[in-house]
């Protein structure tokens, strides 16, 4: 049974137009995290939740936002897209913080026409 | 659409050797390591960790070998099978209670029959 949950697996929006990405999660990990990955390259990391707490990486542009409403469901928000945001964005949790696994999700493709 | 990406390290492997992926960490104070298997379109799928006060792990078909005086991993894999063709990533946990991961570039494995 899948354990993270993203949906939709692929998006496609238009410039400029605000779309929000889905994760969910049955494994009640505090931790969930938010990456990009482009292709050919590494996830970059952009935020992430421990519990309630939002921590944001220092270079994520504005543009990019997050919610966690409940322990098992965090939004992504891109408020204006540009064709520079299209990639696969993964979602990840973890245990707790500290030394643990990360477990991905199946990532969401965005299409930025 | 989305930005042209860099050409990954590739390794080229035949059906039934070993294949040997190397990867220099950056942070001294990295405490825990953890080697992910992507597959083309799919999430980061956990192999196997090691934790600093180790320098070898075996799971299964697979090692990993760690040396803190050169900052070095590797992951080791045996009787390489077509499954086994997918980008490789290894990822530092950088010590902080975030359990926040910097991954490496990324090394692309290719089984040839």
């Known amino acids: 049974d899948a354990m993270v949950i993203q949906n939709p697996r692929y998006q496609v929006t238009q410039f400029g137009k605000p779309v929000t990405l889905s994760c969910s999660q049955t494994l009640n990990h505090n931790v969930m995290y938010w990456y990009q990955q482009k292709s050919s390259q590494a996830p970059k990391l952009l935020f992430h939740y421990y519990d309630k707490d939002f921590n944001n990486e220092a270079d994520t542009p504005d543009n990019f936002q997050s919610r966690r409403p409940n322990t098992s469901f965090c939004f992504l928000d891109i408020r204006s897209p540009g064709l520079g945001d299209a990639a696969m964005y993964l979602c990840?949790?973890?245990?707790?913080?500290?030394?643990?696994?990360?477990?991905f999700g199946p990532g969401t493709r965005l299409t930025v026409t | 659409g989305e930005s042209v990406g860099l050409h990954l390290p590739t390794l080229s492997v035949q059906e039934g050797d070993n294949s040997i992926i190397n990867c220099a960490y950056s942070n001294s104070a990295s405490d825990y390591f953890i080697w992910y298997k992507q597959e083309s379109g799919k999430g980061p799928q956990f192999i196997i960790d090691?934790?600093?006060?180790?320098d070898k792990r075996q799971g299964q078909r697979v090692t990993v070998l760690l040396n803190k005086t050169v900052k070095h991993l590797s992951l080791q894999i045996a009787a390489t099978q077509p499954g086994d063709s997918a980008v490789y990533f290894c990822?530092?946990?950088?010590?902080?209670?975030?359990?926040?991961?910097?991954f490496g570039a990324g090394t692309q494995v290719v089984v040839t029959p």
């Open positions: 990822a530092e946990n950088l010590g902080d209670s975030w359990g926040k991961l910097q």
């Open positions: 090691i934790r600093s006060n180790m």
């Open positions: 990840a949790t973890s245990r707790d913080g500290g030394a643990y696994e990360q477990y």
